[in-house]
Structures are given as structure tokens and as C-alpha cells.
């Protein structure tokens, strides 16, 4: 799946985009097969950096390398199974630019064998509902579907339970909605959640 990801970020419309691809020691071919496709995109090598765990530490800590490791003013998580639409980036910029949000949230497609089921992340205009909605499992935890601004998560020491790797989105977007000022919403499935791996 990450040649389809790969590809998927590095076709993005929106060209200013910094690219953290984070190693947790895969013992498949995965980085072979990433360093391919990033020769097709030299003029994106400018903005890619490759961080190599030690040893594998699992889907947490990976998380957490990434925002550390990153100095744009927003993150977006990307799954290595799952992609991007090509205009997601784009899109989410222009909703940054027009309300300034700390926070923007958008749909999904779940994507099967075959076929693709777009998934409504269930967002409430008020920050209080959409946490209690978040909080109850109502709403979609899942971190991948949203773009954060980085200041959420340093300044309220906001990081993923080490070795909590299923769930563990559960214990950090609620936080990160909780310190956002402002939460914004696209109701547009932009992210492609392979549900076959």
C-alpha cells in the first residue's frame, strides 16, 4: 500500500507541503519501495524528511516522531494503507485562509474491495457537543480525517500513549479538540480509509 500513499501525497494540487515519512523499522521492502517513488517527484525531495526509528516502537510513537519532527503550522496524519484525494491539501488550506481554524475535520471514504463508502465524521458546530459526540464514540476518533494546528499539541503536551497502538487516536484527539479555539468543518471525503488491510 505505500506506493499508493506515497503517490497519493506527492500528486497533491497544493505544492507547499512539508513530508515526514516516519521508519518504525518495517522489515518489508516498504522504504525500497518509498525511495522509488520518490525519485519520480524530484521536485518535492526539497521537502521530504525520512525519520529512522532504532528499534520498531509501533503506531504511537510514530505519531509522535512525526509532529516532532515537523515545523509547518499543521499536521495531517496519513496511514501508510490509506491516501489521499489529490485535492485534499488544497482544499483544507482554503478552509485554513477563510476561518482560521486550529482544527479542520472532514469526511472519509471507507474504501473495500471494489467499492468506496463515504463516511460523515459526524461534526457538531459546537466545540462542547462535538467533544461529548468524540468522547462517547459518536463521532469518528480517528485522527487521520482532520489537520491540526502543531501549537495544540506542543504547547498542551499533547502525544500518544506509548504502546497504545490501537486506539490509541481515542486518548489524543479529544485533547486536541478540547484546547482548540476554533473547529472547522469540510463535508467533503478527502482521506481514503482502506478498511481490507
Do not use: W
Request: charged share 25%; hydrophobic share 30%.
Amino acid at each position: 500500500y505505500i506506493e499508493r500513499c506515497a503517490r497519493s501525497l506527492l500528486e497533491q494540487t497544493y505544492s507547499d507541503i512539508e513530508y515526514v515519512f516516519v521508519n518504525d523499522c518495517s522489515p518489508d521492502k516498504s522504504m525500497d519501495i518509498l525511495y522509488r517513488v520518490l525519485d519520480d517527484y524530484p521536485e518535492r525531495k526539497s521537502k521530504i524528511k525520512i525519520v529512522n526509528h532504532i528499534q520498531n516502537e509501533g503506531l504511537a510513537v510514530a505519531r509522535t516522531t512525526a509532529v516532532q519532527n515537523t515545523t509547518g503550522e499543521y499536521a495531517m496524519h496519513v496511514d501508510s494503507d490509506d491516501y489521499l484525494e489529490v485535492t485534499a491539501v488544497e482544499r483544507v488550506v482554503q478552509k485554513i485562509i477563510e476561518e482560521n481554524p486550529d482544527v479542520v475535520i472532514f469526511d472519509m471514504n471507507y474504501v473495500h474491495s471494489g467499492h468506496n463508502v463515504k463516511v460523515s465524521s459526524h461534526f457538531y458546530s459546537n466545540k462542547s457537543e462535538y467533544l461529548h459526540k468524540l468522547i462517547r464514540r459518536n463521532s469518528s476518533v480517528c485522527l487521520c480525517g482532520g489537520v491540526y494546528r502543531l501549537k495544540l499539541y506542543k504547547d498542551n503536551d499533547i502525544r500518544a500513549i506509548p504502546g497504545v497502538n490501537y486506539g490509541e487516536d481515542y486518548v489524543t484527539k479529544p485533547r486536541l479538540i478540547y484546547f482548540a479555539n476554533k473547529v472547522s468543518y469540510l463535508s467533503e471525503a478527502l482521506y481514503n480509509y482502506n478498511r481490507d488491510n
